[in-house]
């Protein structure tokens, strides 16, 4: 399997230098080849959109072949650094206890949260009032995913191009609503969970760009204990939109019980992936 030599993510995330935890393996790399939910590969990409290195880790469907004709639904992850080994994984759950379909699953990661490494704070800021030209990147990380990343995913892996999915959460959420707002028929879906949308809302709620697929779907999650001011933020998006014939999706707010800003990623992604393949999350 070609991810024997992938870097041990879950040290990262677990504050475990990854020479470290190499050593305490005794070997150099730590392969995920030993955790199944999690098989699939590697690959960095350098991006002329962005100026910057991405690590990309594909998690593979159960029971994928890269021979046979089945194409499969995808699903993009920002953040992957911290969402990726947990949704990743999780995804498998959901096709037992829900009838999820099973999917690849792409976490774009930056290899670290120091915010010399890690600049989600540019890459999801979209632009409006208050944001200057340097800080919002939200522009320019979407011709990343448009233009290098899909198209190499897509060439490499059985990825079904009318199934993708973009799932964000936080100010990764905000990116989720400015790629449905700018370029509708990027992602067949789309899961905003908890999102942070200001500064730069002002670009959120302009008119959407036009749009030629059909189904699409954008779903905004938030957890009833998120900071309150991000609940009014979601909610006045979702009133701007449903007010509004005029939109290229199909649009829904969901909202997790007891849920707090981050912790329950994985309802998030659960609500809005059932919301989206049109099933019905299990008791």
Same mark, same amino acid.
């Given at each position: ?46 991006? /002329?959109?962005? #100026? ?6 594909? @998690?593979?469907? %159960?029971?994928?072949? &890269?021979? $046979?004709?089945? +194409? ?36 774009? /990661?930056?290899? #670290? ?6 600049? @989600?704070?540019? %890459?999801?800021?979209? &632009?409006? $009032?208050?944001? +200057? ?39 990764? #959420? ?18 905003? +969970? ?90």
């Amino acid at each position: 399997m070609r991810i024997a030599t992938v870097l041990c993510v879950l040290a990262v995330l677990l504050g475990v230098p990854t020479t470290a935890a190499a050593r305490t393996a005794g070997q150099d790399t730590i392969p995920l080849d030993h955790l199944p939910a999690l098989g699939g590969d590697y690959f960095r990409i350098d991006s /002329a959109a962005t #100026g910057r290195p991405y690590h990309i880790y594909v @998690r593979y469907p %159960d029971g994928y072949d &890269p021979a $046979a004709a089945t +194409s499969w639904p995808t699903v993009y992850l920002t953040d992957g650094d911290s969402l990726f080994p947990i949704l990743a994984a999780n995804h498998l759950f959901l096709t037992y206890d829900d009838g999820l379909p099973e999917a690849i699953v792409v976490g774009i /990661a930056y290899g #670290g949260f120091d915010p010399s490494v890690n600049r @989600r704070n540019i %890459d999801f800021q979209t &632009p409006g $009032a208050g944001v +200057s030209d340097q800080q919002a990147g939200a522009a320019a990380f979407q011709r990343f995913l448009k233009s290098e990343l899909i198209p190499e995913v897509e060439r490499r892996y059985r990825s079904d191009p009318a199934r993708r999915v973009l799932f964000g959460q936080s100010r990764g #959420g905000a990116l989720v609503l400015y790629s449905a707002v700018t370029d509708p028929d990027l992602f067949w879906g789309r899961i905003a +969970s908890n999102p942070s949308i200001t500064p730069g809302l002002d670009s959120l709620l302009e008119p959407a760009a036009p749009a030629h697929g059909e189904n699409l779907g954008v779903a905004v999650v938030s957890g009833t204990r998120d900071r309150a001011d991000l609940q009014a933020e979601a909610a006045h998006w979702l009133s701007v939109w449903e007010g509004r014939e005029a939109r290229p999706w199909r649009l829904v707010g969901l909202r997790v019980a007891g849920g707090t800003h981050a912790a329950n990623a994985p309802d998030a992604y659960r609500l809005g992936m059932n919301w989206l393949f049109g099933r019905k999350a299990a008791p």
